[in-house]
């Protein structure tokens, strides 16, 4: 019995990450038929953590995090591949803060989110100034405003905390 549900898990994880990263290839095609910067929704983040809603398993949101900004980088050339490292690890230091809180208080996953991803883009932007002082990436340090970065983020939060169920154990 605990081998079928297994297998069965395994499918589903297979099936998320093949639906995210065909989504990954898509977006960049959406975004230039769009008037709008789809870039501002963080559509990496939200495929992320709408993978981690479905599959529940924090390895594969590793996974996920490691190679959604890279895929996306072969596949359409954007993000530019520094700047999809960068991403990499802000999105796993999300995971990572995530899992980790998860675990050691009693919050709502959809304030976990918001916590979590403000502190993922604190490292992010650490890391992007080091960037551009070794002249990886060019200078510009906030390209996104941090009005519209808040808005987002506290989106994602409440989209998150609407369809998270906490599973008992």
Not at 2 to 25: F, G, H
Not at 76 to 95: R, T
Request: charge should be positive; hydrophobic fraction near 55%.
């Amino acid at each position: 019995m605990n081998n079928a549900i297994s297998i069965t898990n395994s499918w589903k994880i297979v099936l998320t990450d093949l639906l995210v990263l065909v989504a990954v290839y898509f977006i960049p095609a959406l975004a230039h038929l769009s008037d709008y910067k789809l870039y501002y929704l963080d559509p990496m983040r939200f495929l992320l953590f709408a993978g981690y809603l479905v599959s529940r398993n924090h390895y594969n949101a590793y996974f996920l995090a490691l190679t959604i900004p890279l895929v996306s980088t072969i596949l359409s050339g954007h993000p530019p591949f520094y700047k999809a490292i960068l991403i990499s690890i802000e999105l796993i230091v999300n995971v990572g803060a995530f899992h980790f809180l998860l675990k050691k208080v009693n919050w709502h996953a959809g304030i976990l989110i918001f916590v979590t991803t403000l502190f993922a883009k604190l490292v992010y932007y650490t890391c992007k100034f080091s960037f551009i002082k070794i002249g990886l990436i060019e200078p510009g340090l906030i390209t996104t405003g941090l009005l519209i970065q808040l808005y987002t983020v506290a989106g994602l939060s409440f989209l998150f905390a609407l369809f998270y169920k906490k599973r008992s154990t």
